[in-house]
């Protein structure tokens, strides 16, 4: 990829934070985790959506060991009924050569959740489960930050744990310094400024 790309910055483990112009109802607001990013296309979830479904509805065995709140999160409008989860490892725990767990990022790892909770947990800091992900095609991930509906950031490992009733967006534009920082005093809707 050429380092003057508009999606150069964007790699497994950084973040997409929706611009405050961003008004599509799936991504108005949000903070997306990469997963993936290569030629094929980018992969990630939405780590600040929330829903009601709680985990042990849909998945009895992994329902007690996710993060509070303890509800399945919204990641993403792509492929819904399909679950992804993620957790960040404890301090000394490495996800390479373990069965069931896959590297993102430093200590955050995709996990099989088809593996035996059992022995995954122990190794985790703490987890969330996310239904569906945010996908996009060869190049459109780029032709959107060009356009300025995402700014690229790093990600920090508990922001995939991050509670439910923080606000994530600000937290994550307040710790880029100026003048990202600004960005976090916008109003939800301008009309009510």
Known sequence: MRS?????AVEPGTLLVAAPSLTDSNFRR?????????GEGTLGVVLNRPSEVPVDDVLPNWGPHVTTPGSVFVGGPVEQKTALCLAALRTGEEPNGVKGLIG?????????????????VPKFKGLR?????????????????ERGDWIVVPALPNDVLAPADQDLWGRVLRRQGMPLALLATHPGDVRTN
């Open 104 to 120: 993102v990022r430093g200590p955050v790892a995709l996990v099989d959740l088809d593996a035996d909770p059992d022995v995954l």
């Open 30 to 38: 949000t903070v997306v985790f990469v997963i993936d990013h290569r």
């Open 129 to 145: 489960v996310f239904a569906g992900y945010a996908g996009w095609d060869v190049g459109q991930v780029a032709g959107e930050i």
């Open 4 to 8: 003057d790309a508009p999606d150069a």
